[in-house]
């Protein structure tokens, strides 16, 4: 079974820029695969980060955004900030109504 | 505005099953996909199905199919999530999320529901 892969850890510094990907196990990820991406913060629910691959959710800042690099989805922050430090997890839509979440990735801003 | 309310924490017996309920406001009920996510312990989220609202057809992730049941009340907009032969493994808190159509993301998430299951 195809599995969604996403890098475990990743640190940036205050102000950077730093670009988390999002791939698979077998194939390359497209569009119609429908990307999103996730915020998560310890003890708090998800919050909607990027949608439809590049589609920034209401309220979310310009500094978040996402793309298709290669033969990944991929978000990219810009300007990273100390409340940016979070899980970041993507959700790929597999087709027949089923969906399927990255292992996540741990950033740290330090 | 959009709201998703689900029931309260629950203990439950390995064997047993529990039923987890997420109510909406602010939107029509039978327009949003409903989707459930979980998150053990530590570790990350992972889907567990959707329900469309409008007819109550579901789809569920391979892991859960033959444990996993969700259902609706369009009557009071709460739609409902039961898992059977619970394990400690199954300990976690359980999330709904709402899909605006065929959107193919979660737009609204709901506070979560932590199910323990310990003997």
Sequence with gaps: QTVVTQEPSFSVSPGGTVTLTCGLSSGSVSTTYYPSWYQQTPGQAPRTLIYNTNTRSSGVPDRFSGSILGNKAALTITGAQADDESDYYCVMYMGSGIYMFGGGTKLTVL | ?119
């Design chain 2, 1 to 119: 505005q959009v709201q998703l309310v689900q029931s309260g924490a629950e203990v439950k017996k390995p064997g047993a099953s529990v039923k987890v309920s997420c109510k909406a406001s602010g939107y029509t009920f039978t327009t949003y996909n409903m989707h459930w996510v979980r998150q053990a312990p530590g570790q990350g989220l992972e889907w567990m199905g959707i329900i469309n609202p409008n007819g109550g057809d579901t789809s569920y992730a391979q892991k859960f199919r033959g444990r996993v049941s969700m259902t609706r009340d369009t009557s009071t907009s709460t739609v409902y999530m039961e898992l059977s032969r619970l394990t400690s493994e199954d300990t976690a808190v359980y999330y709904c999320a709402s899909e605006k159509g065929a959107t193919y993301y979660f737009e609204y998430w709901g506070q979560g529901t932590l199910v323990t299951v310990s003997s």
